[in-house]
């Protein structure tokens, strides 16, 4: 009778992967290309690399602009099985793996912790059914693999596994630099014996400093030209931005929008979270490792205070899914761990409502209008998405670049995402991400940009370097190069291309010529 039900289980589990898988698939193969234009970044660095020119962005500098060393090498290795499919068509498209790969962990991560299958059917459907986890996963960057490596490692942690637990969180860290929270989650599951916490340690940092050991020569640093940027800060935000953000998105994301709804949210979380530590059967096997990630991320995210983009919201929805389900299932548990009190009908209640809800609440994401810059855009509305429709702009300026400009012009511009992927030759960075004699010009003073939340060009850069063309949005121009009297006076607009959709305050993405160097001839006429 038992082997029966175990084969039965088995055969539903099949199935029911099988169908996960094609769902995952299908929409990555039929959604529109339309990567953010962070990840454009990567895939030149990926193309030179592949192309044997180095882990380079610009030929001939060696500018560590990117902190996603795993996805590089993700990438690069489906760039070097299929070198006819475009790169950005790649990342999309094989995107649907590391996807897949979260709803996997996810699944044996909760069975683990409850034995419940409907609990852990539960946590993998609703993140696959979520339109917008499967919208940004669409945008081709490396956040899904950053969570896979994340929730493995947890896994291997909770199967006492300290040096698959360890290497995961190795390449996790050298994913998204958020991995290293997993550091003290680990060795709080693994503690005893404290030779498997030092095996785990020693496996986790051993990755992450073999790849400094290469480079630090290489680069000149131990940090990413990138991170140092944005720390310096690139962006002038106020107090607090990155966590007023987090717990409004949060709200949307649950259908609780509104500070009313972000708080309930953020106190049910909270709920959720002690009764993983309420319940004794959660507790004792780790359940509540996950609630712990959330909550580290949500910490390092709220103090650093960076400029959240769409992508680095699914550490945070992803982990509160589970953190829910888990929280759900723990109220379910203590029933059984206290017979004859009070508290079970209460718990009752309060499960099967909050069950409901985030059912109703991942039902309502495909249907919900959608906001701009929000995180919480469907899946099936990418292609009306402003932030990402501006690339086709800067596409199409790369492209007329490629007619026009001679050999040994500059160009300089403060988004180098779709522009720099498409333009030949080298590209300056006025935000400094991978042009470091930038970063000393940074933070752009207060008089030369719009908000604090803008990358704008620092005037003092553009006076040092003068480049002959500067390509830019007018939001990120506005009070340096269009309007200080020096630069506009140097510099005059020469072509416009207008956005699909208006993006960050501009309708149009601007090309500038320095007006000493002479005209330019489009051979297309165009």
């Known amino acids: 009778m038992k082997k029966n039900l175990a084969k039965r289980k088995g055969i539903i589990l099949v199935l029911l992967a099988a169908s996960a898988a094609v769902w995952v698939t299908y929409i990555h193969l039929r959604c529109a290309v339309l990567p953010y234009d962070d990840s454009f970044i990567f895939y030149r660095f990926v193309d030179n690399f592949v192309a044997g020119k180095g882990l380079i962005y610009n030929l001939g500098e060696r500018a560590w602009g990117y902190s996603t060393v795993t996805y590089i090498f993700w990438l690069s290795a489906w760039r070097y099985l299929l070198p006819s499919v475009p790169l950005p068509d790649i990342a999309v498209r094989a995107n649907a793996l590391p996807f897949a790969a979260v709803c996997l962990a996810a699944y044996f991560l909760v069975l683990r912790y409850t034995s419940k299958y409907t609990a852990a059917l539960a946590a993998a459907a609703l993140i696959m059914f979520n339109a917008a986890l499967l919208g940004i996963s669409t945008g081709g960057m490396e956040t899904f693999l950053f969570m896979a490596l994340a929730l493995f490692s947890l896994l291997a942690a909770a199967w006492r596994k300290p040096l698959t637990a360890g290497f995961l969180a190795g390449l996790a860290v050298l994913t998204r630099i958020e991995g290293l929270v997993l550091l003290p989650i680990l060795l709080i599951v693994i503690r005893k014996p404290w030779k498997a916490g030092f095996k785990m340690t020693v496996a986790m940092v051993s990755l992450p400093l073999a790849w400094l ?57 909270i709920a959720c979270t002690i009764a993983c530590f309420e319940s004794r059967l959660l507790r004792d096997r780790g359940a509540w490792a996950v609630p712990m990630l959330f909550w580290g991320v949500f910490a390092a995210y709220s103090y650093g205070n960076p400029l959240l983009f769409e992508w680095y919201y699914p550490p945070l929805f992803i982990t509160a899914l589970v953190t829910a389900v888990l929280g759900v299932t723990a109220t379910f548990q203590v029933m059984s761990e206290h017979p004859g009190s009070r508290r079970p009908l209460l718990f009752r209640t309060i499960g099967v409502f909050c069950a409901i809800w ?3 609440a991942t039902i309502h994401g495909w249907t919900a209008p959608p906001k701009s810059y929000s995180p919480n855009w469907s899946v099936f509305r990418i292609d009306s998405e402003p932030g990402r429709l501006r690339c086709k702009a800067y596409k199409e300026a790369a492209l007329w670049l490629n007619r026009v400009r001679g050999p040994h012009e500059t160009v300089m511009a403060p988004e180098i995402g779709a522009l720099g992927y498409y333009m030949k030759g080298n590209l300056i960075d006025a935000c400094g991400l991978v042009s470091p004699e930038a970063i000393r010009y940074l933070p752009a003073p207060a008089h030369e940009r719009l908000g604090g939340e803008y990358g704008s060009i620092p005037l003092a850069f553009v006076r040092d370097v003068q480049p002959d063309f500067i390509v830019t949005m007018p939001a990120f121009a506005s009070k340096n190069v269009l309007d200080a009297p020096w630069a506009k006076s140097t510099y005059h607009i020469i072509q416009d291309f207008r956005l699909p959709l208006p993006a960050y305050g501009s309708d149009r993405v601007i090309i500038l010529r320095h007006g000493l160097r002479g005209p330019v001839s489009d051979p297309y006429g165009q």
Request: aromatic share 16%; hydrophobic share 50%.
């Open 213 to 269: 050991a290469f480079a630090h020569p290489f680069y000149g640093t131990y940090l990413p030209h990138s991170i140092i940027a944005k720390a310096r800060p690139l962006y002038t935000l106020a107090p607090m931005n990155a966590y007023s953000r987090i717990i409004g998105y949060l709200g949307e994301f649950f259908s609780a929008p509104g500070s009313i709804g972000a708080v309930s949210v953020l106190l049910f979380l």
């Open 358 to 360: 985030i059912t109703a």
